[in-house]
């Protein structure tokens, strides 16, 4: 069993129960978590990301890197990390070795900056 279907399984068991706590207060139950892991997979899926297609997260670690690499998962999707503390040149390197099909990028980022 994969961590995505262990993550499903658990929603399915014990909805209510906590399954994520991040360190700023920010909680979710696995309700929760299966209700905005579904929603980042239909954002994914309008952004044109199919089964098969590498995705490049280049997010700091958070609550949002574990939804989006969940998110991937359940679409079929194959989550690529690229490091956060990667600059611009580090960033570009990691995409053209990666060839992902969509990249996140977080904006708050100085790699995501300079890219702009």
Known sequence: MNLAEQLDRRCQEAP???????????????????????????????WGVAPGDRVALVLRNGPECVLFLHACWLIGAVPVSISALYGPDDLAAALAKTTPAFALLDPALPAATASR
């Open 16 to 46: 209510e129960r906590l399954g994520l706590a991040f360190e700023d207060g920010r909680r979710w139950t696995y309700g929760e978590l299966a209700g905005e892991i579904g929603a980042r997979a239909r954002v994914l899926r309008t």
